[in-house]
């Protein structure tokens, strides 16, 4: 159950100049679990798919990346952290929660048109 999980977070405009508010490599992703830096790539690999699908220029973001600073707040009991000795790598107990969140989170950025400033979720 995913109800105690929270997100918040900025990314590239979905309309962005590719040539300022997007990358050729994957290096501006940063993702915090309850305020500890880690790596998710599975995640970074769904954000990924979904901005270049719904960027306002698909076809020129199929190489490129977005900015992207996602913080995820979810219960200690969710999650192991033991998995590597960098405590970077993640196993989520409910990995289809998080995924269920996330998407509800980009899915409100193609309703609501963003606003000027980046858009946050």
Do not use: Y
Not at 27 to 35: A, K, Q, S, W
Not at 64 to 80: A, I, Q, Y
Not at 86 to 115: M, W, Y
């Amino acid at each position: 159950d995913g109800s105690n999980f929270r997100l918040e977070g900025l990314m590239s405009k979905l309309d962005c100049d590719l040539s300022t508010g997007a990358r050729s490599l994957s290096d501006r992703f940063f993702f915090f679990l309850n305020h500890r830096i880690v790596h998710l790539p599975k995640l970074t690999k769904r954000i990924t798919k979904f901005w270049r699908k719904n960027h306002s220029q698909p076809e020129k973001a199929a190489s490129k990346f977005p900015f992207c600073l996602l913080h995820l707040f979810v219960p200690p009991s969710k999650f192991d952290i033991n998995v590597a000795p960098d405590k970077r790598t993640v196993l989520f107990h409910d990995l289809d929660a998080i995924h269920a969140l996330l998407n509800s989170a980009l899915e409100t950025l193609i309703v609501i048109p963003p606003p000027d400033d980046p858009p946050t979720f």
